[in-house]
């Protein structure tokens, strides 16, 4: 990064709040980032990928934002109400302590489940406090003018595509196109905003305190009784389980779509170009989180993302880049056309600011054997596949097994052109030898001498061609002597024995190469050039599969160490971007399904090696 870009980062810093400083709150159709300064400055209504209302988060000035905090100067505290993903913020001042408790109701299929809201509830808990609130949307990414009416009690913003109401129990005032109130409460008093997509069928309505207050119950009643499912036990079960409400909050309960991460085009490097839109059904993420929501006994988003698998996902129409796309949107379309917002900044001035992600179109091997060995496990934990489903597996296989040598883009979707990665040839590995174990454990029909003879063909492939006896460890490509996070997955996938000679070489190399402080890179885009500009930090699901690769490798103690330390590198309320930088901040879409899939994994694996 150059000096204008260091000074311009610098400035911005004083205008953005960090990515890890943000709580995460959401209904199940999207979510909104709560700043630990009580500001929401990410909201895209109605859903994940609709445009945004709030986008202060990519730029400070034109994207948008919902203030609501102390009117004085006051030290915050932001954590979650037990078990649940009610967030709430406190103020503490000389004069008082109060706190903003933030919601979105999950809706049901009662006459409201159209209703999209969300509530902030303020209460003074100590002395008086004066509190400050301003609503300033921004539609369609900011580049939608609405007008602005008050009347008794409410506030209505109405732009072409979209409305919000914002019903408040204190008095609202104008100022242009923004909605403002400042208001004092004393030790016990409570103020409710809630701001409602209205239009349709559904029509502006008062949220009163007594509803705002049934509303929060039955929201931690909701969040607890789902929690409640959970199987896991062990050492680390705060953090699993703020995981697991997390990948709960990237669902799409309309689908059973689950996003890679709910937000777009954070950064992974200041200044640099790896800015990326996230909220979208990768298949390969999304099949991870149905396994680790499985391991932990929740069979209902499993079942709820194979509906998804058939209705959308199913082998179609043979395209350039395979009958599967790597990613879909929320609603199973296949156009996530990619372009660049020019009138936004970026955050901290890192534009470019996308939407749409042109990466759908590549061809990615791994996605096949991501997909299978969810299908795999869930017809093992949940229940068995039908003969529809299993005609589909069917289906995808045969094409494996026909395209599985094939060069591609890879898992971590470069640019720079398509390559014999190693990664991509396990996973089709995979694919393979899930389906003949389905076959065989449940007597199902599959063509299973050819499956066998191309599962094998392409273990001799990786044993022959992914070794290099230059590196004595497995490599990125073929033809290459690249080191590579990504084949951290040979041992957790079976492939090979984890305590193999070549595998506890190639992992002795990648700790030499590719990990810091128990930190791990993907790879090094100076010796693997990926076809973008500019470094990245560490990629934590990289890290978290490290340490389950050093748990079955028997080495707990250092397994124990680096997961204990990245613990550590998670925000004040346990949640996880896509990468770390070198100062150990948080970087990339915020909270990222990949990390925290990763870390559910890595703790269910450790705890059941150490006893």
């Given at each position: ?11 911005d ?34 859903d994940f ?26 030290r ?6 037990p ?5 709430i ?5 000389e ?13 049901g ?24 609130m ?13 007008t602005l ?43 409710v ?23 929060f ?12 499912s959970s ?14 409400l ?14 890679a ?12 170009e ?5 909220r ?11 396994y680790?929501?499985?391991r ?13 698998v ?23 379309r ?7 917002l ?6 901290r ?22 997909l ?32 599985w040598?094939q060069?591609?883009?890879?898992i ?28 065989h454990?449940?007597?199902?029909p ?36 690249v ?19 070549k ?23 100076r ?26 490798a028997?080495?707990?103690d ?54």
């Amino acid at each position: 990064m150059d000096g204008t870009a260091e000074e311009r980062g610098a400035s911005d810093g004083r205008r953005y709040v960090p990515i890890a400083d943000h709580g995460l709150i959401g209904d199940l159709r999207s979510v909104a980032l709560v700043g630990t300064n009580g500001t929401i400055d990410w909201y895209c209504c109605p859903d994940f990928d609709a445009p945004s209302v709030f986008a202060a988060i990519l730029d400070a000035e034109r994207g948008g934002c919902f203030e609501l905090a102390a009117a004085v100067p006051a030290r915050t505290r932001q954590f979650y109400f037990p078990d649940t993903n009610v967030l709430i913020t406190r103020f503490f001042t000389e004069d008082g302590v109060g706190e903003v408790q933030d919601f979105m109701p999950v809706a049901g299929e009662s006459a409201e489940a159209g209703r999209h809201r969300l509530i902030r509830r303020v209460v003074c808990v100590r002395g008086s406090l004066p509190f400050r609130m301003r609503v300033a949307p921004r539609f369609e990414y900011g580049t939608r003018p609405h007008t602005l009416r008050l009347t008794d009690g409410m506030a209505l913003f109405a732009s072409e595509a979209l409305s919000l109401a914002l019903t408040s129990t204190v008095p609202l005032e104008a100022d242009g196109p923004d909605a403002w109130a400042d208001f004092k409460l004393a030790e016990g008093e409570t103020a409710v905003f809630a701001l409602d997509q209205v239009g349709g069928e559904v029509s502006p309505r008062r949220c009163a305190q007594r509803e705002a207050e049934d509303q929060f119950g039955e929201t931690v009643r909701y969040w607890r009784r789902w929690l409640s499912s959970s199987r896991y036990r062990g050492r680390w079960r705060e953090m699993v389980h703020r995981s697991a409400l997390t990948l709960k909050l990237l669902t799409y309960a309309p689908t059973g779509a689950i996003v890679a991460a709910p937000t777009t085009s954070l950064p992974e490097q200041l200044g640099g170009e790896r800015n990326w839109d996230y909220r979208y059904v990768w298949v390969r993420d999304a099949a991870f989180c149905v396994y680790a929501l499985l391991r932990l006994g929740f069979s209902e988003e499993a079942a709820a993302f194979m509906g998804f698998v058939s209705r959308h996902v199913s082998p179609g129409t043979d395209r350039p880049s395979g009958p599967l796309q790597i990613m879909y949107g929320i609603d199973g379309r296949t156009d996530l056309s990619e372009r660049e917002l020019g009138h936004l900044e970026g955050y901290r001035g890192s534009a470019p600011v996308r939407v749409g992600n042109a990466a759908s179109d590549q061809l990615q091997l791994d996605i096949y054997g991501a997909l299978i060995d969810s299908v795999y496990l869930y017809d093992k934990w949940a229940e068995p596949v039908s003969s529809e489903q299993w005609d589909h597996v069917c289906a995808l296989v045969d094409w494996v097994c026909a395209h599985w040598d094939q060069p591609d883009e890879g898992i971590w979707e470069t640019r720079g052109g398509r390559k014999n990665f190693l990664y991509s040839r396990l996973m089709c590995w995979v694919a393979i030898e899930r389906a003949i174990r389905m076959a065989h454990r449940r007597g199902l029909p599959a063509d299973l001498s050819h499956w066998q003879a191309s599962r094998d063909s392409v273990y001799r492939r990786i044993m022959s061609h992914g070794w290099s006896d230059k590196r004595r460890a497995f490599v990125q490509h073929e033809e290459g002597d690249v080191l590579d996070a990504a084949v951290l997955m040979m041992p957790l996938a079976k492939f090979i024995a984890p305590t193999d000679p070549k595998w506890l070489s190639t992992l002795d190399s990648l700790t030499e190469d590719l990990v810091s402080d128990s930190l791990v890179y993907r790879y090094d885009p100076r010796t693997s050039p990926d076809g973008l500009h500019g470094g990245e930090g560490t990629f934590s699901i990289c890290t978290f599969w490290y340490v389950e690769a050093l748990t079955r490798a028997g080495r707990l103690d250092e397994a124990s160490l680096a997961f204990e330390k990245m613990l550590t590198y998670a925000n004040h309320l346990g949640l996880y971007a896509e990468e770390i930088s070198h100062s150990g901040e948080q970087q990339g879409n915020f909270p990222q399904a990949f990390t925290h899939l990763s870390l559910i994994s890595a703790a269910f694996n450790l705890d059941r090696a150490l006893g």
